[in-house]
């Protein structure tokens, strides 16, 4: 079935600590997203790419690096310099133009312990 | 600025009952609109997609409307079940390059028996 995988759906970090996000999508979309979620707010956007090795800061970047070396694949990484990580990260694709067939990952729930 | 309000913020009802959550935008150029169900800890999954031309879409036991004038839709959620307990998301979609899409904050619907 085409879809998009986040994994893990939990993961623990220690303060200080870089962790990495894992993006998949076999959907053959071209634009790949990374959003954050608070409680009570709505989808705030951290990375976006457009086509491979290309990607462009969204709102809330700063604490957050991407790579997108391969058009199914679209790592996030938090990294010590985010100094409240804890939330629930999504990740969705889309094909071109970019506001057909925008799809979601199922999350990644951070906790900074 | 681009703005999605969603009303309530929370709803509660009882099993079998009918409810209608509001959307006000003010993004432009608007492209179209969305409504997300997305249920705890998952990803949202979409409901309905209305372009400009659109003023009523059925899914189901849901509905939405558009007003492009106005620039406000609804959900209207008809004979609710327990399944239907999730938050709902407006967005809207924009025609401007890179970051397209606003999200409202969502609306928490909980679906008593």
């Known amino acids: 079935d085409g879809g998009i995988t986040q994994s893990p759906k939990y993961l623990f970090r220690k303060e200080g600590q870089n962790v990495t996000l894992s993006c998949e999508q076999n959907?053959?979309?071209?634009?790949m997203y990374w959003y954050r979620q608070d409680p009570g707010q709505g989808l705030r956007l951290i990375y976006y790419s457009q086509i491979v090795n290309d990607f462009q800061k969204g709102d809330i970047a700063e604490g957050y690096s991407v790579s997108r070396e391969k058009k199914e694949s679209f790592p996030l990484t938090v990294t010590s310099a985010q100094k409240n990580p804890t939330a629930f990260y999504l990740c969705?694709?889309?094909?071109?133009?970019?506001?057909?067939?925008?799809?979601f990952g199922s999350g990644t729930r951070l906790t900074v312990v | 600025k681009n703005q999605v309000e969603q009303s309530p913020q929370s709803l509660i009802i009882l099993e079998g009952k009918n409810c209608t959550l509001q959307?006000?935008?003010?993004?432009?150029?608007?492209?179209?609109l969305r409504w997300y169900k997305q249920d705890t800890g998952r990803g949202p999954v979409s409901l309905t997609i209305?372009?400009?031309?659109?003023n009523t879409k059925s899914n189901g036991r849901y509905t939405a409307t558009l007003d492009a004038d106005t620039k406000q839709s609804s959900l209207h959620i008809t004979a609710s079940q327990l399944s239907d307990s999730a938050s709902y998301i407006c967005?809207?979609?924009?025609?401007?390059?890179?970051?397209?899409?606003?999200f409202g904050g969502g609306t928490r619907l909980m679906v008593k028996p």
């Open positions: 967005v809207v979609i924009n025609n401007n390059a890179g970051n397209m899409l606003t």
């Open positions: 209305m372009t400009f031309s659109e």
């Open positions: 959907l053959n979309h071209d634009a």
């Open positions: 969705a694709s889309s094909a071109a133009p970019p506001n057909y067939g925008y799809t």
């Open positions: 959307c006000n935008y003010t993004v432009s150029p608007f492209s179209n």
